[in-house]
């Protein structure tokens, strides 16, 4: 699976922004697929956001982000979207698309195991 995010930009603290990942699953189904959002800030780890489980009827969230990030899919459309409110300050990072194969229809993928990877869409909060 290709797998291309889009929405990044910048915004004030309080603000919002809508990210979307667009997946191309050549001979593969992209409800195949649990999808998720990373993020990286600068001189920092990688660090896991949001997952959503193939059907998108359960997610899973970072303790940070939960309540303010609302992760969603379109298996119609191949889309994964990110909803991302009450910015902050540190959440200043590039926002990396992510999807793993999986069985399980129900669950949201464990969060190491993750395998496919996107290009990263930038996000910068001013305070």
């Known amino acids: 699976v290709q797998l291309q995010a889009s929405g990044g930009g910048l915004v004030q603290a309080g603000g919002s922004l809508r990210l979307s990942c667009a997946a191309s699953?050549?001979?593969?189904?992209?409800?195949?697929?649990?999808m998720g959002w990373f993020r990286q800030a600068p001189g920092k780890e990688r660090e896991f956001v949001a997952g959503?489980?193939?059907?998108?009827?359960?997610?899973d969230y970072a303790v940070s982000v939960k309540g303010r990030f609302t992760i969603s899919r379109d298996n119609a459309k191949k889309t994964v979207f990110l909803q991302m409110n009450s910015l902050k300050p540190d959440d200043t990072a590039v926002y990396y698309c992510a999807a793993v194969e999986t069985w399980s229809t129900f669950n949201p993928p464990m969060r190491s195991a993750y395998n496919k990877w996107g290009q990263g869409t930038q996000v910068t909060v001013s305070s």
């Open positions: 699953a050549s001979g593969r189904t992209f409800s195949d697929y649990g």
């Open positions: 959503i489980s193939r059907s998108g009827g359960s997610s």
